[in-house]
């Protein structure tokens, strides 16, 4: 457990100093914040949602409990942001036994964060120091806290694996819209079939309100469960290119890192037919050596003037 490093000095009662002739009491500023050990920490219970707290580093140290509900995701974290430009603050977190989490020092977010990815749920503690020994910081202390996503079915039943995976058909030059929820320790599988070569336009997208939060992936195989495209990371939107694909049956799986869930999402399935290719002017490269007959070889290189030898150019 938690050892108190400092101790808050007792209240003493006014002393008179003789050669000043005036008296000097021993009293806290009024905005003292009486955060200093991880016993007297400011308590911010049991996070649901994230929260950010203003406070005034007065003393040694500030510190902050709070409780998270779920495993921390990849962009959980603690961070503080300083509102006085330019003061260099130090984060420090703790598990609730007293064990290190992480610690960073510097000016600004990017320099004063502690994730919280892969950690289990449970009580934490965060303390902040001002390096050098500075007081007088004014600053925010915010916690990007896990998503927790309640286990239920979603909106198509029990689509887990690849055998009961959701038939979504899909016509050529069409779209399908699917949307779909992911729970926690669940994940989901749908079918389509294209029912022609596949454009350049034809992909399949999943965009994640939540997706930001945690990471996921978007895998699509062909009906022989060969890969054909994947995208995956912490991101709002993933997609895979159907160009190119010939028609079948294809498949595609949502699911989260970890088991984290995705909570709600949208799958937009697209199949576009491949462009027309344009028809080809036929272009005529003179050679080197002319055709044998001369005067054919002269009407030719006449018409060749703009560059191309056209059907009324063979008929003319």
Same mark, same amino acid.
């Given at each position: ?28 500023? &009024? ?16 996070? $649901? ?6 406070? =005034? ?17 990849? *962009? ?35 320099? &004063? ?24 910081? $004014? ?11 309640? $286990? ?20 050529? *030059? ?6 779909? =929820? ?12 294209? #029912? ?9 997208? #999943? ?5 930001? =939060?945690?990471?996921? *992936? ?7 469960? $060969? ?6 990371? #912490? ?9 190119? =694909?010939?028609?079948? &049956? ?34 005529? &490269?003179?050679? *080197? ?28």
């Amino acid at each position: 457990m938690f050892q108190s490093s400092s101790k808050r000095p007792a209240f003493r009662s006014p002393q008179l100093e003789v050669l000043e002739t005036r008296l000097t009491p021993t009293v806290r500023p &009024t905005d003292w914040a009486y955060y200093e050990t991880p016993a007297k920490a400011l308590n911010l219970g049991v996070l $649901r949602s994230d929260a950010e707290v203003s406070l =005034k580093l007065d003393g040694n140290a500030d510190w902050i409990r709070f409780q998270t509900r779920d495993l921390g995701g990849t *962009n959980d974290r603690v961070f503080v942001n300083a509102a006085q430009g330019g003061a260099f603050l130090q984060l420090e977190v703790f598990k609730a036994n007293g064990q290190q989490v992480g610690i960073m020092a510097g000016q600004g977010v990017d320099y &004063t964060r502690v994730g919280l990815q892969g950690l289990p749920a449970g009580v934490y503690f965060a303390k902040v120091t001002g390096t050098n020994g500075a007081t007088g910081i $004014r600053y925010n202390l915010h916690v990007d806290a896990p998503v927790v996503i309640p $286990r239920q079915d979603d909106l198509f039943g029990s689509n887990d694996t690849k055998a009961t995976a959701r038939f979504a058909g899909l016509a050529r *030059n069409s779209t399908i819209i699917i949307d779909g =929820k992911l729970p926690r320790q669940d994940e989901d599988w749908y079918s389509f079939r294209l #029912a022609g070569a596949a454009g350049a336009s034809s992909r399949v997208l #999943a965009t994640a309100p939540l997706g930001w =939060k945690v990471g996921w *992936n978007l895998e699509v195989f062909d009906s022989q469960s $060969r890969i054909v495209g994947v995208s995956s990371g #912490a991101s709002g939107t993933h997609g895979v290119s159907l160009a190119g =694909k010939a028609p079948g &049956t294809y498949f595609v799986h949502v699911f989260s890192d970890g088991g984290h869930g995705l909570g709600n999402y949208r799958l937009a399935l697209k199949s576009a037919a491949p462009s027309p290719t344009p028809p080809q002017s036929l272009v005529v &490269t003179p050679a *080197n050596s002319a055709l044998p007959n001369a005067r054919i070889n002269s009407v030719v290189q006449g018409l060749l003037a703009d560059g191309e030898l056209s059907r009324q150019d063979w008929i003319g």
